[in-house]
């Protein structure tokens, strides 16, 4: 049997901007940068919804449904977190205030497990065309990132659609890079 080769990106697997969502990356204490980025692309582009999407690493996808949903679980069972609700109503009313005056149609996704496929399973259930996400704050952040690969690098290089990476924090260019 031969070795998988995964599929490439081809100019027949574009989905077109308009008429199509855009997902987007949400943390915990995240810049509303990311979110207006995401509206004014939304705005510029014709897209049909903004999916904002949190994905919480403590829980694993037990069903994904085709609407982009999931029924999850903790990975530790005897570990169970009884506070992943109230993570999801925080971050749920965070997107609330993002989008309060805003005229894009949203929504908001709970998922669980590794951010790049719980983000690309959402995206190809939604038929997006781009992810908007953020880049990570804190030298622990940086060091982490360069060892394991950013989420915004990971869906770059694991699946078709653009990925529209939005700066929260820059270095001056007289001081170190988060790499140096």
Known sequence: MGQRVPPQPDP????????????????????????????SLARA???????FAHVDT????????PDGTVRHLPIDPDLDDEL???????????VREWMDDQ???????????????ALTHLARAVDAAAFVVGTHVGHHRRIADFVNGSVPMQLS?????PVVVVPVSVVDWEGPAPWE
């Open 103 to 117: 005229d894009v149609p949203w929504h908001f996704r709970y998922l669980a497990g590794r951010p790049d496929r």
């Open 58 to 65: 403590s829980r694993y996808a037990d069903v994904e449904h």
């Open 157 to 161: 290089h694991r699946q078709h659609r």
């Open 12 to 39: 027949s697997r574009l989905t077109d901007f308009a008429g199509h969502p855009l997902v987007v990356g949400v943390v915990a204490d995240q810049a509303p940068l990311v979110a207006l980025t995401a509206v």
């Open 84 to 94: 992943w609700p109230e993570r999801e109503d925080a971050l749920l009313r965070t």
């Open 45 to 51: 582009t014709g897209a049909s919804a903004i999916y």
